[in-house]
C-alpha cells in the first residue's frame, strides 16, 4: 500500500497546519510539543506505539520516527494527534462544536484500542485429542 504523500513528515509541521499555523510562526511551538507529547504518553499507556514511548522536540522527528507496523493505525494516528492536541491547544468556544470535537476524538480512540487489542489477539491453539 503506497503511503499518503504530504508535503511534509514532520509531525510538528503537520500538526502546526492542521492549527492554521505556519511553521515559520513558532510563538507557541513548546505548547504544541507539550501537548503532542502529552498525546504520544496517552497512546503509550492505550498500548499503541513503541512501548518505551515516544517524545518529539522539534520538527526534525517525522511520523517514520513513530514505529508503527500497521499503515492503517498510523494514519488513523495522524488523524487523531491533530484533533487531540487541537483540543487541549485551540478548544472550540461554541458548545456544538466542542461536542463534536469530543464525540470525534473518543471515537477515534475507541477504535485505535480496539484494532491495538484485535492485533494483539492471538487465536488460541486446539490440540486435537484422540
Not at 504523500?5 to 510539543?33: N, P, R
Not at 499503541?48 to 507496523?69: C, H, L, R
Request: aromatic residues 10%; negative net charge.
Amino acid at each position: 500500500m503506497a503511503s499518503i504523500l504530504l508535503a511534509t513528515d514532520s509531525i510538528l509541521e503537520q500538526v502546526k497546519k492542521v492549527l492554521g499555523m505556519d511553521k515559520a510562526y513558532t510563538a507557541f511551538d513548546i505548547d504544541i510539543l507539550i501537548h503532542i507529547n502529552t498525546v504520544f504518553s496517552n497512546l503509550t499507556q492505550m498500548g499503541i506505539g513503541p512501548e518505551i514511548g515516544f517524545v518529539i522536540d522539534g520538527y526534525d522527528q517525522v511520523w517514520t520516527d513513530f514505529v508503527m507496523s500497521d499503515v492503517k493505525k498510523t494514519q488513523q494516528i495522524k488523524s487523531y494527534l491533530p484533533l487531540k492536541v487541537r483540543s487541549m491547544f485551540d478548544p472550540p468556544t461554541n458548545a456544538n462544536v466542542a461536542a463534536a470535537m469530543t464525540t470525534a476524538i473518543d471515537e477515534m480512540e475507541f477504535r485505535l484500542f480496539v484494532e491495538e487489542e484485535n492485533s494483539r489477539y492471538v487465536e488460541p491453539v486446539v490440540e486435537e485429542v484422540l
